[in-house]
T-cell receptor, first 113, second 111 residues
Framework: KAGVTQTPRYLIKTRGQQVTLSCSPISGHRSVSWYQQTPGQGLQFLFEYFSETQRNKGNFPGRFSGRQFSNSRSEMNVSTLELGDSALYLC????????????FGDGTRLSIL | GENVEQHPSTLSVQEGDSAVIKCTYSDSASNYFPWYKQELGKGPQLIIDIRSNVGEKKDQRIAVTLNKTAKHFSLHITETQPEDSAVYFCAARAGSYQLTFGKGTKLSVIP
């Protein structure tokens, strides 16, 4: 069974640009969560989608947004990129929201110049 | 919101010895506690998890214990091997809310 797939693996952008990251969950998983990982802050929750609806949101500015499609694939978008947005962005999927294990992809490494 | 503290931040052990990583959580409503292992260049991999109705769970060389009263849980790795070297994260979740992670423990197993 294929795991969580994130594309692209690496991305380099400049300040002010916007970026879209993609996540394909494990087949049959309907919940997708996004996390930002940095050396200083660790793993921080961005948002969670279930059945195309955002069910939970972390403490990130409105520049961070996401969506989920009917096939459970998800995208996240960051607009007006700042240097501090440089991070590893991780996607995790699970069968549903209630106490099911989350399985992570290998992430997208975003570098802002 | 939930706060998870993880200790130690770094841990070095000799191959064959045991390693213990401890976490505390703040929200008494938390009822699901997974542990993840992250290797360089990879995403976190779920290695074991425990729910609040269980005090201990074991899977081969890995075990997790949970003390709900004290609000802490621990990861125990026995007979450590060089391939156990990685960063380990604990996490806690209350119901269907998001996972809150500890800051991680870098485990080095010295051959």
């Amino acid at each position: 069974k294929a795991g969580v797939t994130q594309t692209p693996r690496y991305l380099i952008k400049t300040r002010g640009q916007q970026v879209t990251l993609s996540c394909s969950p494990i087949s049959g998983h309907r919940s997708v969560s996004w996390y930002q990982q940095t050396p200083g802050q660790g793993l921080q929750f961005l948002f969670e989608y279930f059945s195309e609806t955002q069910r939970n949101k972390g403490n990130f500015p409105g520049r961070f947004s996401g969506r989920q499609f009917s096939n459970s694939r998800s995208e996240m978008n960051v607009s007006t990129l700042e240097l501090g947005d440089s991070a590893l962005y991780l996607c995790a999927s699970s069968l549903d929201r209630a106490n099911q294990p989350q399985h992570f992809g290998d992430g997208t490494r975003l570098s802002i110049l | 919101g939930e706060n998870v503290e993880q200790h130690p931040s770094t841990l070095s052990v000799q191959e064959g010895d045991s390693a213990v990583i401890k976490c505390t959580y703040s929200d008494s409503a938390s009822n699901y506690f997974p542990w993840y292992k992250q290797e360089l260049g990879k995403g976190p991999q779920l290695i074991i998890d425990i729910r609040s109705n269980v005090g201990e769970k074991k899977d081969q060389r890995i075990a997790v214990t949970l003390n709900k009263t004290a609000k802490h849980f621990s990861l125990h790795i026995t007979e450590t091997q060089p391939e156990d070297s990685a960063v380990y994260f604990c996490a806690a979740r209350a119901g269907s809310y998001q996972l809150t992670f500890g800051k991680g423990t870098k485990l080095s197993v010295i051959p």
